[in-house]
């Protein structure tokens, strides 16, 4: 990861359960992304992961907080659902999202949730929002980089707008070279070392 990025910001998602065991593991943990190269560390959660966003951020590591869809817990809320759609929900996202600026953490991403709340969280918020499948008043947008392309077709969430089809592209790239090289017209003298 070192040097990987000259101009941005990386940020390292910090992997399921190397922060939800202990406040110990999520600050060594975060720590060792730093080690290697990150400028800040992401975590998924509000209430339950407060304490780790401000151990972390004591130790002067920057922290962007998740909220919403949060993949990690996908199998908890029943697949890829948006989230904060009833009152009680949308209620504590907002919540959440507050206390994750008083524990720290520089930003959030808010993810699949209903635009007017993610708004509502925005304009609550003096820390910028990320948005993902969470309208257009987030301060700013992300895509993953495989839907992006069109590389990943089995599932495509809502939000998603790719912006090229590679998969397509790629497996007729792959067909044409196998088939290319079972008829022996790759590779060709022009291919070849002389």
Known sequence: ???????????????????QVSVEEAVRNAGR????????????????VLDRVAAITRFGI??????????????????YKVQ????DQAEALKAD???????????IVLEAIPTKLAKAITEEL???TIGIGAGPHCDGQVLVLYDLLGLFDDFTPKFVKPYAH???DALQALRRYKEEVEHGKFPTDSESYH
């Open 1 to 19: 990861m070192v040097g990987a990025a000259q101009q941005s910001l990386v940020i390292a998602d910090m992997p399921f359960l190397s922060y």
């Open 33 to 48: 992304f730093l080690q290697a190269g990150a400028a800040a560390v992401k975590l998924e959660g509000g209430e339950a």
């Open 62 to 79: 920057p922290v962007m907080g998740h909220l919403g869809m949060t993949p990690q817990s996908v199998h908890r809320f029943g697949g």
């Open 84 to 87: 904060g759609k009833q009152r």
């Open 97 to 107: 999202a507050k206390s994750l600026e008083a524990a720290g953490a520089f930003a």
């Open 126 to 128: 003096t820390i910028p």
């Open 166 to 168: 590679l998969k397509a």
